[in-house]
C-alpha cells in the first residue's frame, strides 16, 4: 500500500513538537502554543527547543548573551553577499550564505554551539542582504536587544517601537517548530547521513522556499491587493475557485480545523496592524470560509498561519519578499532541535518505493 506524499505514515518520534490536526493543537515539549506566545521571548523557546526544558532567568540570559556574540558574519559570507546581484531573491541569499558559512566550519559541527550560532546569523544576513540590495551598508547587531528587536533593527537602521517588537517575538516564537514538516524532514534526511549541520539547514532552506511550504505569506498579500475590497471579495474568489486556483491561506495538510497559529496572529494583526487591511482580511477570511465549505466540503479547509502572517509581518514593516525569509530565521532554531535530536539517535532514513514502470524489455542495437 502506497502513500502519495507519505501521507498518514509515521516515520519516526520526536520530544519537541506534537501536532494534533484534528483537535488544532500544538505543543512545544509540553508547552502549549499559546503559554508560549503570550509568555516567552524566541529565546525562552530556543532554550527549551535546544536543551529540552525550560530554562531558568540565569539559563536563559546566558543563552541571549552566547547568541549575540554570535550575531556577526565572517568576512567570507559578508563576500559572498556583496557579491551577491541585487536582483536575487532573498532566499536565494539565505541558502547561498549558510552554505558559504558551512564550507568554512570544519567537522560535522552538530551541537548546540553550532545551532545557536547559526541561528543567530541567519537573522544577520537576511538583514545584510536586504540593505546591501538596497545600497546601504549593514547596520551592525546591537547587543542590548533582544533577538527580535534587533532583527528589526539591522533591517531598518531604526530601534523598533514595542508593538513591532511584541509582534515580531510572537511571529518568531508561533514559527519556530512544527514537526515533521518537508524542510524539517529534509534537514533530518541529511543529517541521518552523517553530513554536517551547515548542510542540513541548506537543505531545509531549499524546501522551504517552495511556495506550497514557506512561500505562501507573500502570497496571501498579493491575493488581498488583487482582491482589493469587500465588494469584489465573493466575485473574485469564486472565479479562483472555478479556476482551481488556491486561495492562499487556506489548508492545511494536518490541521482539520483552523491552524492555532492562525487564531493568535489574528489578534495580534486586529491589534497592531493597519485597521483598513486587518478589515479587509477578516472579511476575505470568513467569506473564503464560506466558499470553500460550500465548494469543497469533504476536503475542510480552514485558515492556516500563512494567511494572518502577513498581515503581521506587514505591519512590522518588512517587504513581501522577505517573509519566507523571515519565517526562516525563526524555523532554524526548530530545524537544529531536529538535527540534533536525529544524530543522538541516528538511523539513515531510507524510505522504499513502489515501481510502477515495465518489466522485461529488451535493449536491441540500432
Same mark, same amino acid.
Not at 85 to 102: H, I, N, Q, W, Y
Not at 174 to 190: E, K, W
Not at 312 to 331: E, I, K, N, Q, W
Given at each position: &500500500?502506497?502513500?502519495?506524499?507519505?501521507?498518514?505514515?509515521?516515520?519516526?518520534? #520526536?520530544?519537541?513538537?506534537?501536532?494534533?490536526?484534528? =483537535?488544532?493543537?500544538?505543543?512545544?515539549?509540553?508547552?502549549?502554543?499559546?503559554?508560549?506566545?503570550?509568555?516567552?521571548?524566541?529565546?525562552?523557546?530556543?532554550?527549551?527547543?535546544?536543551?529540552?526544558?525550560?530554562?531558568?532567568?540565569?539559563?536563559?540570559?546566558?543563552?541571549?548573551?552566547?547568541?549575540?556574540?554570535?550575531?556577526?558574519?565572517?568576512?567570507?559570507?559578508?563576500?559572498?553577499?556583496?557579491?551577491?546581484?541585487?536582483?536575487?531573491?532573498? &532566499? @536565494?541569499?539565505?541558502?547561498?550564505?549558510?552554505?558559504?558559512?558551512? %564550507?568554512?566550519?570544519?567537522?560535522?559541527?552538530?551541537?548546540?554551539?553550532?545551532?545557536?550560532?547559526?541561528?543567530?546569523?541567519?537573522?544577520?544576513?537576511?538583514?545584510?542582504?536586504?540593505?546591501?540590495?538596497?545600497?546601504?551598508?549593514?547596520?551592525?547587531?546591537?547587543?542590548?536587544? @533582544?533577538?527580535?528587536?534587533?532583527?528589526?533593527?539591522?533591517?531598518?537602521?531604526?530601534?523598533?517601537?514595542?508593538?513591532?517588537?511584541?509582534? &515580531?517575538?510572537?511571529?518568531?516564537?508561533?514559527?519556530?517548530?512544527?514537526?515533521?514538516?518537508?524542510?524539517?524532514?529534509?534537514?533530518?534526511?541529511?543529517?541521518?547521513?552523517?553530513?554536517?549541520?551547515?548542510?542540513?539547514?541548506?537543505?531545509?532552506?531549499?524546501?522551504?522556499?517552495?511556495?506550497?511550504?514557506?512561500?505562501?505569506?507573500? =502570497?496571501?498579500?498579493?491575493?488581498?491587493?488583487?482582491?482589493?475590497?469587500?465588494?469584489?471579495?465573493?466575485?473574485? &474568489?469564486?472565479?479562483?475557485?472555478?479556476? =482551481?486556483?488556491?486561495?492562499?491561506?487556506?489548508?492545511?495538510?494536518?490541521?482539520?480545523?483552523?491552524?492555532?497559529?492562525?487564531?493568535?496572529?489574528?489578534?495580534?494583526?486586529?491589534?497592531?496592524?493597519?485597521?483598513?487591511?486587518?478589515?479587509?482580511?477578516?472579511?476575505?477570511?470568513?467569506?473564503?470560509?464560506?466558499?470553500?465549505?460550500?465548494?469543497?466540503?469533504?476536503?475542510?479547509?480552514?485558515?492556516?498561519?500563512?494567511?494572518?502572517?502577513?498581515?503581521?509581518?506587514?505591519?512590522?514593516?518588512?517587504?513581501? @519578499?522577505?517573509?519566507?525569509?523571515?519565517?526562516?530565521?525563526?524555523? #532554524?532554531?526548530?530545524?537544529?532541535?531536529?538535527?540534533?535530536?536525529? %544524530?543522538?539517535?541516528?538511523?539513515?532514513?531510507?524510505?522504499?518505493?513502489?515501481?510502477?514502470?515495465?518489466?522485461?524489455?529488451?535493449?536491441?542495437?540500432?
Amino acid at each position: &500500500m502506497t502513500a502519495k506524499g507519505l501521507e498518514h505514515i509515521i516515520v519516526g518520534t #520526536t520530544s519537541l513538537s506534537l501536532v494534533d490536526g484534528e =483537535k488544532g493543537r500544538l505543543v512545544y515539549r509540553g508547552y502549549a502554543i499559546e503559554d508560549l506566545a503570550q509568555h516567552a521571548t524566541f529565546e525562552d523557546v530556543a532554550y527549551l527547543l535546544w536543551y529540552g526544558h525550560k530554562g531558568t532567568p540565569v539559563q536563559v540570559s546566558a543563552l541571549r548573551s552566547a547568541m549575540t556574540a554570535q550575531r556577526a558574519l565572517t568576512p567570507t559570507a559578508l563576500q559572498v553577499l556583496r557579491a551577491l546581484p541585487r536582483s536575487t531573491e532573498p &532566499m @536565494d541569499a539565505l541558502r547561498t550564505t549558510v552554505s558559504a558559512l558551512g %564550507a568554512s566550519t570544519p567537522g560535522t559541527n552538530v551541537d548546540i554551539e553550532h545551532a545557536l550560532a547559526l541561528t543567530s546569523q541567519i537573522a544577520t544576513i537576511n538583514a545584510t542582504f536586504h540593505r546591501l540590495r538596497q545600497g546601504q551598508e549593514p547596520v551592525r547587531p546591537r547587543a542590548d536587544l @533582544d533577538h527580535a528587536a534587533n532583527y528589526l533593527y539591522m533591517i531598518s537602521g531604526k530601534e523598533p517601537t514595542d508593538a513591532q517588537r511584541r509582534m &515580531m517575538n510572537a511571529y518568531l516564537v508561533l514559527l519556530a517548530d512544527h514537526g515533521m514538516n518537508a524542510s524539517t524532514f529534509a534537514a533530518r534526511v541529511v543529517t541521518s547521513t552523517g553530513s554536517d549541520l551547515y548542510s542540513a539547514v541548506t537543505a531545509a532552506l531549499g524546501a522551504l522556499k517552495g511556495p506550497l511550504h514557506g512561500g505562501a505569506p507573500s =502570497k496571501v498579500m498579493d491575493m488581498l491587493d488583487a482582491i482589493g475590497s469587500r465588494e469584489n471579495a465573493e466575485n473574485w &474568489m469564486r472565479g479562483a475557485i472555478a479556476r =482551481k486556483d488556491r486561495l492562499m491561506g487556506f489548508g492545511h495538510r494536518v490541521y482539520k480545523t483552523t491552524d492555532p497559529r492562525a487564531e493568535i496572529l489574528r489578534e495580534i494583526a486586529r491589534q497592531y496592524s493597519d485597521p483598513a487591511l486587518f478589515d479587509l482580511a477578516q472579511f476575505v477570511e470568513d467569506r473564503a470560509l464560506a466558499l470553500l465549505h460550500e465548494t469543497k466540503p469533504d476536503q475542510r479547509l480552514y485558515t492556516n498561519v500563512e494567511y494572518y502572517s502577513a498581515a503581521v509581518m506587514h505591519a512590522v514593516g518588512l517587504p513581501r @519578499d522577505m517573509f519566507t525569509a523571515t519565517f526562516a530565521a525563526s524555523r #532554524t532554531v526548530g530545524w537544529t532541535a531536529h538535527i540534533l535530536e536525529q %544524530a543522538a539517535n541516528n538511523r539513515l532514513i531510507r524510505p522504499d518505493v513502489e515501481y510502477v514502470g515495465p518489466l522485461q524489455l529488451q535493449w536491441t542495437s540500432a
